[in-house]
């Protein structure tokens, strides 16, 4: 896959991320903070002297808020479609799975509910390599129905 050039926001924002993540963003926080303390005396603690940490931190979080979301939402969409490509390329996995992030609250509460159920079946099985996605349940289900048509038709 051809890797697309970045918008200059993209990099800007990407470099800002991973910045304000390292050790080193956080040991300039805190000596800021710190000289802030140390400096109230001096200013003997006034309204501007208030003002001034409470208007840069407010705006430092407003755009970090927004930072941090568009890094979440970039890092959960890769995630997502690393996910979607092991579904995929699993032979035992079941497909439907692919894309189940679009469902909603309520449709991911009843493959919650099933996955569940599987996870019961699993415990009681003795072979831990038996399959038990939705797929393979479907299949033993269809292979259950034969069975009784087979044998009470006769």
Request: glycine share 4%; proline share 1%; with cysteine.
């Amino acid at each position: 896959m051809e890797k697309k050039k970045e918008s200059f926001f993209e990099k800007i924002a990407t470099k800002i991320t991973c910045w304000t993540g390292s050790s080193a963003a956080f040991g300039i926080a805190l000596t800021i903070v710190i000289i802030w303390g140390i400096s109230g005396p001096i200013f003997k603690y006034s309204d501007t002297w208030q003002l001034v940490i409470n208007t840069g931190t407010t705006i430092i979080t407003f755009m970090m808020v927004f930072l941090i979301q568009k890094s979440q939402n970039k890092d959960s969409k890769a995630i997502q479609l690393k996910l979607n490509e092991l579904i995929a390329a699993s032979r035992h996995a079941s497909n439907r799975m692919v894309d189940i992030e679009d469902l909603t609250e309520q449709e991911l509460d009843v493959l919650h509910k099933y996955y569940q159920k599987l996870s019961d079946i699993s415990e009681e099985d003795d072979d831990i390599h038996n399959s038990h996605s939705i797929d393979a349940a479907t299949n033993l289900e269809k292979e259950k129905i034969e069975h009784r048509k087979k044998y009470h038709n006769d």
